[in-house]
């Protein structure tokens, strides 16, 4: 019982300094770099799987995570790693348009707008301007998963987020580190690994040091844990639940702080943007990392949602509202409408989503704690949801040609009338 009392007291000591690790304004800027060369992308039959490993029900205490003390990982096996080459400021304004844009509303409104990409795309013609002209924040949209940046056992392959890294920077653009942990994207050698309990935190604490470490100074804010719910809001079953338990969380948030510490850090769900069971455990991992002095300073909510169902604007505003009571802030992280599943002509489709569009950005804007707006990729010929679901659609801003689609003039008209 004294221990109980004793505990109680110090989280509420530590929930008054969680202040400590909130984002300091205007420290996110990133120098300018000159682009490197853009690797291409593979072709789709090598690119990764999207399967899942199925769910067990952990126990529903799970998020009460015990505290220990864990020796920091092999500081050798981390530094084996060159830091992300420093570079050059450009010299050249990236190609601005006359006319207002997200980026240039988003900007005199100190907002983050921005989009998912891949450098495979830089060679598509336009593209890049258009990355420049409409987006002050990129995310990596596979190139710093596991699989690809992490391959094997001690070998790291960073050339696809490094040529995104300093595609940002050469246009003054600020980078989203998506992702450190994710129970998809991973490679052989650790979905079918052998190690020891030991072992397993020593693999994850090298890995995410030596990326945080890497990109350190670069990464604005970074996705710590990608996706640690089911929809019932129970812990998902994942190989580092399982080899680590629950604390794996926390021991990520830990090593990310101490190998950059001024980069923000968040954990991202989907499916949890309004109030339901999983926003609810969301919220309740939030509380309790914030109330240990876990350096969480946002929670991530995909948006990845359909013409019918996307959650209320007021059960948006008020799962944002409840994280601000935190001191956390929300950002939209992958935000994308599917029209699939519907009959409508594809201008009504069209109207409808750029309606939800709309209401997202509206509440993120009224809200007091969401700097950071993400769409998952820049025009419908890119989106993942074609490929993910097997049917046509177009949940973008931008459609296959480039063009601006009604969502984005509802984005546009909001930043000019808010
Ligand atoms: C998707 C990518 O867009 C695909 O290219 C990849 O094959 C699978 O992952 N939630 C996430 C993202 O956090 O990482 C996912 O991105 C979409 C769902």
């Not at 890294?165 to 690994?193: F, K, R």
């Not at 001024?262 to 609810?280: C, V």
């Not at 946002?298 to 409840?322: C, E, I, K, S, Y």
């Not at 769409?375 to 601006?404: C, E, N, R």
């Amino acid at each position: 019982m004294r221990k109980l009392t004793s505990l109680f007291c110090i989280l509420i000591s530590l929930l008054t300094a969680c202040s400590f690790f909130a984002p300091q304004p205007g420290s996110g800027g990133a120098p300018t770099l000159a682009a490197t060369e853009m690797p291409a992308l593979p072709p789709a039959s090598a690119l990764p799987t999207f399967t899942r490993i199925p769910t067990f029900a952990p126990p529903p205490t799970a998020t009460i995570f015990p505290i220990k003390d864990y020796p920091d990982c092999s500081p050798a096996d981390v530094q084996a790693y060159q830091p992300a080459a420093s570079a050059e400021a450009s010299k050249t304004q990236p190609n601005r348009s006359a006319v207002p844009t997200l980026r240039s509303l988003a900007e005199k409104r100190n907002l983050y707008i921005g989009a998912a990409t891949d450098a495979g795309y830089f060679k598509t013609p336009g593209y890049t301007d258009l990355l420049a002209q409409q987006f002050n924040i990129l995310v990596p949209e596979v190139a710093m998963e596991w699989e690809i940046i992490h391959p094997q056992p001690g070998t790291y392959d960073f050339k696809r987020g490094d040529a995104i890294v300093a595609a940002a920077q050469a246009n003054g653009q600020a980078v989203y580190g998506h992702t450190l942990i994710w129970d998809l994207m991973l490679p052989d050698w650790i979905t079918e690994g052998r190690f020891t309990h030991d072992e397993w935190v020593n693999l994850l604490c090298t890995h995410i040091k030596t990326l945080v470490s890497h990109y350190k100074g670069q990464i604005y804010a970074w996705n710590v844990v990608n996706e640690p719910f089911t929809d019932e809001g129970l812990l998902r079953d994942t190989i580092f639940l399982r080899e680590i338990g629950p604390e794996y969380i926390y021991l990520a948030f830990k090593w990310a702080h101490e190998a950059d510490p001024m980069a923000r850090l968040l954990f991202n769900e989907h499916n949890s943007e309004g109030l339901n069971a999983k926003s609810q455990a969301v919220y309740a991992l939030a509380r309790g990392l914030r109330q240990r002095g876990i350096p969480l300073d946002a929670v991530g909510l995909q948006m990845h949602v359909w013409l019918h169902g996307p959650p209320t604007q007021q059960d948006l505003a008020a799962n944002m509202q409840r994280l601000a009571g935190l001191g956390l802030q929300a950002y939209i992280t992958e935000m994308d409408v599917r029209t699939q599943y519907n009959d409508d002509s594809p201008e009504q489709k069209l109207a409808a989503q750029a309606e939800i569009y709309r209401q997202a950005f509206a509440t993120c804007l009224n809200a007091s704690n969401c700097p950071v707006f993400i769409t998952w990729g820049v025009t419908d010929a890119q989106s993942w949801i074609p490929g993910y679901t097997g049917h046509p659609d177009m949940p973008l801003l931008f459609d296959t040609k480039s063009a601006p689609k009604p969502a984005y003039y509802a984005i546009l008209d909001l930043l000019q009338n808010p």
